[in-house]
């Protein structure tokens, strides 16, 4: 278990994993569920209890390692014949950082709806603001939560650049959040190719041609982290697809590794587009290099 039997077929193809698991499937739902409603009610004791006396990006802190510590990273961590682990070499946060004192922006490949919680579970205790899609934050529960938590919602337009665009004038909303969030000591993980690998077929087969075997990495949270003062933490992630590929919501048995790089500062690149490539390249290997090992140990 692990990656697939053609890991690097862009686009992917659902033959080339291993077969769905209902009791996979049906367990991770569960837990996923329950930790959402868990969550949930946990912020609302804590956010009419001690968070009385905390400033609002404070309780947004508590209320995110809340939902992160009690539903993200269980569904990684507690669903049956799957295993997340991390490599030994993988960077060790601080304890400011972990704190909630000195902000990081962690950025991450992404290849399947099961890499926030797979990223949630290898990252832990380091808490962070996640950027996801707007109707995420519509779900009951798990949505709620997404919201006490302070993580950020990228508002698409399914009208512009294919469903790639977001709604005019949302964006410099959610930089100046994402900023409001760093200078407060509250770190932020994007998956800055904006969407799965394999979930628009045209952008995929792009990504199978550049060495990376990525997509393109958007720059204007660079850019926000750069002013900022906020280094980059690039992790490189494989093997979430072949527990949850693209276009099915059926789950699989495996095994996800993690690799957590040191960190980059974007003042030792020319510019945003210099230091978003650079970012792009050390995530790129280390997945290439992740891919080659979870392919050695099948």
């Given at each position: ?60 802190y ?5 939902f992160r ?11 049956p ?45 380091l808490?962070t ?71 628009y ?23 926000c ?74």
């Open positions: 278990m692990g990656a697939p039997k053609n890991a690097l077929a862009f686009p992917p193809k659902l033959e080339d994993y291993d077969p769905p698991s209902k009791i996979t499937t049906a367990c991770l739902l569960v837990v996923a569920v329950s930790g959402w409603v868990v969550t949930w009610c946990a912020q609302i004791i804590f956010s009419c209890t001690v968070g009385l006396t905390m400033s609002k990006k404070r309780k947004q508590w209320n995110g390692y809340l510590l009690l539903s993200a990273a269980p569904v990684a961590r507690l669903t014949g799957i295993k997340v682990e991390k490599t030994k070499d993988s960077y060790e946060f601080t304890p400011d950082q972990i704190n909630g004192k000195s902000a990081v922006m962690v950025v991450c490949n992404h290849r399947s709806d099961f890499d926030p919680f797979a990223l949630a579970a290898a990252i832990l205790p808490e603001k996640y950027v996801a899609k707007s109707d995420l934050f519509k779900v009951p529960f798990g949505g709620w939560a997404m919201q006490r938590a302070g993580d950020l919602a990228v508002r698409f337009d399914p009208k512009r650049a294919g469903g790639w665009g977001t709604v005019k004038g949302s964006t410099g909303q959610l930089l100046a959040d994402a900023a409001a969030h760093f200078q407060a000591g509250n770190s932020i993980a994007i998956f800055p190719e904006g969407n799965r690998l394999g979930a077929v045209d952008k995929t087969i792009e990504a199978g041609k550049h060495p990376t075997k990525l997509m393109p990495f958007k720059p204007p949270f660079f850019d982290a750069r002013k900022n003062g906020v280094p980059v933490v690039c992790v490189s992630m494989a093997g979430t697809d072949a527990v949850w590929p693209v276009k099915t919501l059926s789950m699989r048995p495996g095994r996800v590794t993690v690799h957590i790089h040191a960190p980059i500062n974007g003042a030792d690149y020319a510019d945003d587009q210099a230091f978003c490539d650079a970012a792009r390249e050390i995530v790129g290997k280390g997945y290439l290099d992740l891919i080659d090992s979870l392919g050695k140990t099948n």
